[in-house]
């Protein structure tokens, strides 16, 4: 990414402080991952995205089951109650 970047040195130079202030703020702005060490920051960032990315699996995974139990509730009900289901 960085190999065919040319800049002058003004430019480089604030492109440099913006970047420095932009890693400072980012690694603040979350406590779950927040640390003054970059290395120990994209850990911890990781870590976060990975277990979001389990969660977001789980959440769907709850949803599925969530939608079978309402489609078997309505087969039930449609059965048990002359054929009417839940509105």
């Given at each position: 990414?960085?190999?065919n970047?040319?800049?002058a040195?003004?430019?480089?130079?604030?492109?440099a402080?913006?970047?420095?202030e932009?890693?400072?703020?980012?690694q603040?702005?979350?406590?779950?991952?927040?640390d003054?060490d970059?290395?120990?920051f994209?850990e911890?960032?990781?870590?976060?995205?990975?277990?979001?990315?389990?969660?977001?699996?789980?959440?769907a995974?709850?949803?599925s089951?969530?939608?079978?139990q309402?489609?078997?509730t309505?087969?039930?009900a449609g059965?048990?109650h002359?054929?009417h289901?839940?509105?």
């Amino acid at each position: 990414m960085t190999e065919n970047m040319v800049l002058a040195p003004p430019e480089a130079l604030e492109l440099a402080k913006h970047l420095d202030e932009w890693a400072k703020w980012r690694q603040t702005v979350d406590r779950a991952t927040a640390d003054l060490d970059w290395n120990q920051f994209i850990e911890k960032s990781r870590e976060k995205a990975e277990w979001e990315a389990g969660l977001a699996t789980e959440i769907a995974h709850w949803e599925s089951l969530h939608a079978i139990q309402l489609a078997l509730t309505d087969n039930l009900a449609g059965v048990t109650h002359g054929g009417h289901t839940r509105q």
